[in-house]
């Protein structure tokens, strides 16, 4: 049976864009795959606990030494790798805040590296490449090639570094200049910001058209 794990980290609720996309992602794959099942995270409404000095000592220790702070903090480890384990595929929404990924997003991926779960410590392979991610990003701003704050971006670039240990590789789809339509000194830039927006619903619906077709 394809499972899906849809996880959003928008902190702006029904406001949210990256909400808006991955939930059109969502229906898209469940419309590809009939009796696929679903599970669902919200880090906006509920974040992780970040990894702590007991999560980073569990990571050093066999599980049979654990005290009680590290076997509780392993078992969140355990349980979110056999998530992304349970997955064919990985939704991920992913806005930009203060020029970053939402820390809600850094702690997940904090508390995904774990040796022998997500990759293996004597060869260093990751462990959960086996599926597919795909990004739903969203950012208030432009920040492509020859634009005044190009490279200022730096939830894009650092995700695919922050996962490189698990064997994961994200396929990005985002949506730019989400604040032209409400902050006024952007209004010159709504168009591009609805072609971007286009583009990216596009790309969305194209993700599992020859899954939908065989099935
Ligand atoms: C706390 C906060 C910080 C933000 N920081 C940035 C920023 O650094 N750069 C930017 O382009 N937009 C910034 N924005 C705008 C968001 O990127 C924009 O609203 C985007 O649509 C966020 O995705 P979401 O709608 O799914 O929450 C920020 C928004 C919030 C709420």
Same mark, same amino acid.
């Given at each position: 049976m394809p499972h899906l794990l849809h996880i959003d980290s928008s902190i702006r609720g029904e406001q949210s864009v990256s909400r808006r996309l991955t939930a059109r992602a969502a229906a898209s794959w469940r419309a590809? +795959?009939?009796g696929g099942t679903v599970t669902y995270r919200n880090f %906006? =409404?509920?974040p992780l606990p970040h990894l702590d000095e007991a999560g980073a000592q569990a990571r050093l220790l066999p599980a049979d030494q654990h005290t009680p702070e590290q076997r509780r903090s392993w078992a969140l =480890?355990?349980? @979110? $790798?056999?998530e992304v384990k349970r997955a064919d595929t990985v939704l991920l929404g992913l806005p930009l805040y203060n020029y970053g990924a939402p820390s809600s997003v850094k702690t997940w991926v904090d508390l995904l590296i774990a040796p022998g779960l997500s990759y293996d410590p004597a060869t260093g392979a990751g462990l @959960?490449?086996?599926r597919e991610l795909i990004v739903l990003a969203s950012r208030g701003g432009g920040y492509g090639a020859g634009t005044p704050r190009e490279g200022w971006d730096h939830a894009e670039p650092w995700l695919? +570094? %922050?996962l490189s240990q698990t064997g994961? &590789?994200? &396929?990005f789809i985002a949506a730019e200049l989400t604040l032209?339509? $409400? $902050?006024p000194a952007m209004a010159e830039l709504v168009s591009l910001h609805q072609e971007s927006l286009a583009a990216a619903e596009r790309a969305i619906d194209e993700l599992w058209v020859s899954a939908g077709a065989a099935a």
């Amino acid at each position: 049976m394809p499972h899906l794990l849809h996880i959003d980290s928008s902190i702006r609720g029904e406001q949210s864009v990256s909400r808006r996309l991955t939930a059109r992602a969502a229906a898209s794959w469940r419309a590809a +795959h009939p009796g696929g099942t679903v599970t669902y995270r919200n880090f %906006g =409404t509920e974040p992780l606990p970040h990894l702590d000095e007991a999560g980073a000592q569990a990571r050093l220790l066999p599980a049979d030494q654990h005290t009680p702070e590290q076997r509780r903090s392993w078992a969140l =480890t355990e349980e @979110l $790798v056999a998530e992304v384990k349970r997955a064919d595929t990985v939704l991920l929404g992913l806005p930009l805040y203060n020029y970053g990924a939402p820390s809600s997003v850094k702690t997940w991926v904090d508390l995904l590296i774990a040796p022998g779960l997500s990759y293996d410590p004597a060869t260093g392979a990751g462990l @959960l490449g086996d599926r597919e991610l795909i990004v739903l990003a969203s950012r208030g701003g432009g920040y492509g090639a020859g634009t005044p704050r190009e490279g200022w971006d730096h939830a894009e670039p650092w995700l695919p +570094h %922050g996962l490189s240990q698990t064997g994961m &590789r994200p &396929r990005f789809i985002a949506a730019e200049l989400t604040l032209a339509p $409400v $902050v006024p000194a952007m209004a010159e830039l709504v168009s591009l910001h609805q072609e971007s927006l286009a583009a990216a619903e596009r790309a969305i619906d194209e993700l599992w058209v020859s899954a939908g077709a065989a099935a």
